[in-house]
């Protein structure tokens, strides 16, 4: 079992910054893939990025790509998600996920992800 909890959300302005954390506790924190995803009101939750359980690989979706950075610290049992260039259309809840996945073409998939966090509310204002 892992327990996943995220914070860092907020209210920014358009072109803002933001920096969301997940913490992590319970089983070896550095087996696992972990993932970021959103879900805004009325939409499919929908995959931001992802990181290998060691940190060496990440990927991200094309709609966020060159604006967020995801990164992982294993001593701490952390990851993090730097959101810049923040738009509106960024709005939405965040989680965190970890997968014991090793193979990266099944991380922009949320069934992939066994353990989930309870969310974080990003809102970006125009």
């Known amino acids: 079992q892992v327990q996943l909890v995220e914070s860092g959300g907020g209210l920014v302005q358009a072109g803002g910054s933001l920096r969301l954390s997940c913490a992590a506790s319970?089983?070896?924190?550095?087996?696992?893939?972990m993932g970021w995803f959103r879900q805004a009101p009325g939409k499919e939750r929908e995959f931001v990025a992802a990181?290998?359980?060691?940190?060496?690989?990440?990927y991200y979706a094309d709609s966020v790509k060159g604006r967020f950075t995801i990164s992982r610290d294993n001593a701490k049992n952390m990851v993090y998600l730097q959101m810049n260039s923040l738009k509106p259309e960024d709005t939405a809840v965040y989680y965190c996920a970890a997968s014991l996945r090793r193979s990266s073409i099944y991380y922009p998939t949320a069934s992939t992800y066994a353990y989930w966090g309870q969310g974080t509310q990003v809102t970006v204002s125009s």
């Open positions: 319970g089983r070896t924190f550095s087996n696992y893939a």
């Open positions: 990181i290998s359980w060691s940190g060496g690989s990440t």
